[in-house]
């Protein structure tokens, strides 16, 4: 997909990613003998297929909603086995690397979008998927546009789980407990917060940087504010600007001024992701900047109720609050090489089918990649989701992660750079200079 596809994408984002309530809970639910059931002609013989995922954690709606769809299926079809091979992100990443190297990618694995997907893509390890997204309509209960992610030479390779916008979680009783009356909305008065809670023995934001993304978001919405709006990364690639641009500089400085402040956990590049999130649904982090995609886990945390959330602060006076990091979600693709090619994409498709009305029905629906059907409110959504719904009204645009816009090689040297901020404190024109080195050699 074309950068002037990608931006076009950001810049509707205000429509497209509102929870638009629109297709789901009646008439486009799979039924046993409809979508899932094996292509004509297609023996019916005992198969298993192998799910490769990120949701490890049971008491997660994303791993009931795997688990329910995944069961209901294996008992309609007595023939398919479903094995499920649950990883954290980190976990996945490597280990489909690995497997990739070998040409051995798992029936159905994990891949995220754009630039982290295409070099599966040009190495031929996924099967195109626009026969399952043409079968029964099933790309038409997408937002508009969100599949141009998944896709290169109008051929598409996955299906996302959802699309999602990066906002502050804030534990409402922490706040209460440490005084703090007012939601800070700009950068200084989140960095007085963080000396507050901390001052109070509160953890201020939890994290969990062993899985070096994590810090990598974070850093992006603080870019996105200094450079006064999005497409900082995609002006790098066309040749306008370079990582020396006193923007990216600034942005280096914030962040390390948030890390300064102690506002993570002691430890950090040793907590993964999961555990990092739990630090604040246990209630022992104050604040956790992350995708709405926590949503529904928050609400089925310990702190259900407690939470509120608001737009990430103007850093130094820039940045509109309504342009967020955006998250098209991490995707499910088929692998090229399966044995079980056709059986494989049945499942899937069952599978993308039921899962709005799950996700819908577990609480878990906001931040989703399809159109949903029926009122938040009368189906028993927390104040929090819908809240969080509400913005996702306003959204003007954003930016992608780091990692969805750099080839994998500048990328991971970014990954790393940032996660070594929270080890030591650098110059900030040092790293911006050995972010531009690392993009010239690769670029």
């Not at 994408?9 to 497209?16: G, H």
């Not at 979008?113 to 626009?130: C, E, I, R, S, T």
């Amino acid at each position: 997909m074309s950068r002037t596809k990608m931006k076009a994408f950001a810049i509707v984002m205000a429509s497209a990613l509102a929870l638009t309530l629109a297709a789901c809970n009646n008439g486009q639910s799979a039924s046993p003998g409809n979508s899932g059931e094996p292509s004509r002609g297609t023996a019916t013989k005992d198969v298993t297929i192998t799910f490769q995922n990120i949701n490890p954690d049971p008491s997660t709606p994303s791993y009931k909603m795997i688990k329910q769809i995944v069961g209901q299926y294996e008992q309609d079809h007595p023939h398919v086995k479903i094995e499920l091979d649950s990883l954290n992100t980190d976990q996945q990443k490597l280990k489909l690397k690995t497997q990739a190297a070998a040409k051995e990618v798992p029936d159905i694995t994990i891949v995220n979008p754009a630039a982290q997907m295409k070099p599966f893509v040009d190495a031929g390890l996924l099967a195109p998927l626009n026969d399952v997204a043409d079968k029964e309509g099933l790309k038409d209960t997408f937002q508009n546009g969100l599949l141009n992610y998944y896709s290169f030479d109008d051929k598409l390779y996955a299906f996302p789980d959802g699309n999602n916008i990066e906002v502050v979680f804030y534990n409402k009783e922490l706040f209460k407990q440490a005084g703090i009356q007012k939601l800070p909305t700009t950068f200084d008065e989140l960095i007085t917060t963080v000396k507050t809670l901390k001052a109070k023995g509160i953890t201020p934001i939890a994290i969990g940087e062993k899985d070096s993304w994590t810090g990598s978001l974070l850093f992006m919405n603080i870019l996105l504010r200094t450079n006064e709006g999005p497409n900082f990364l995609n002006d790098v690639l066309d040749g306008k600007k370079t990582f020396n641009d006193p923007a990216f500089v600034e942005a280096v400085d914030a962040f390390q001024e948030l890390v300064q402040a102690g506002a993570f956990p002691d430890g950090a590049t040793s907590i993964d992701y999961n555990a990092g999130g739990n630090i604040f649904k246990t209630g022992k982090a104050a604040m956790y900047i992350m995708g709405t995609w926590e949503t529904g886990s928050i609400d089925a945390s310990s702190v259900a109720g407690k939470v509120g959330a608001f737009q990430f602060p103007t850093v130094n006076g820039k940045g509109d609050v309504n342009e967020y990091v955006i998250a098209p979600g991490s995707a499910f693709a088929v692998s090229a090489n399966s044995e079980h090619l056709q059986e494989t994409k049945d499942f899937l498709h069952y599978f993308i089918t039921e899962m709005p009305k799950i996700q819908f029905d577990l609480k878990n629906a906001i931040g989703s990649g399809q159109k949903m059907k029926g009122d938040l409110k009368e189906a028993g959504y927390s104040e929090l989701a819908i809240s969080l719904n509400e913005l996702f009204k306003n959204v003007k645009g954003g930016d992608l992660a780091f990692d969805n816009t750099m080839n994998p090689a500048i990328a991971q040297a970014h990954l790393s750079s940032i996660q070594n901020l929270f080890v030591q404190k650098e110059d900030s024109a040092q790293v911006a200079k050995e972010h531009q080195n690392t993009f010239e050699a690769n670029k």
